[in-house]
């Protein structure tokens, strides 16, 4: 799998965790959350992007994301279980590369394209649920700008 950064262009996952460190590492004394999120675009194909991003708390933030291109997947909730699915994939991945790098306190948000509004409220309960009892925090709309914002703008 690789990974896109706006700055730094095509990077593999080595590279990525790399870069990720050495913003992090480079002004400490900000605090730091790390965000994934993940959203989809129907085509003739479904198009699957997650995003991983290191916010620096008032100052701005890195990000790296990733395409995937499935067959169409018209049915919503399996989408969005197949999304959230994605975005745990990278989370555990992460968990592991930044462990194996010392950084195993660094908190790991998920942030679902899913909220109160609209066809998806009704999920809400269940995605949640698979995000916080894999053990990572999770975050829907209007707060899950990872999935809405930064995944979502390169869907399209």
Sequence with gaps: MHFISPTKGRMNWEEVVTDLLDYITSDPDFSYKIIIGTDSHLREETHF???????????????????????????????????????????????QSLAERGFSDLDIEIHLDIGPNGETKELIRDVVGMIVGSGFDAKIKPESCGASKVADKYTK
């Design 49 to 95: 992007v997650t995003a991983l991003i290191a916010h620096r708390v008032g100052k701005g933030a890195r990000y790296y994301y990733s395409r995937r291109v499935r067959q169409k997947i018209e049915n919503l909730q399996q989408r969005i279980f197949y999304e959230a699915a994605l975005s745990l994939e990278l989370a555990s991945k992460l968990t």
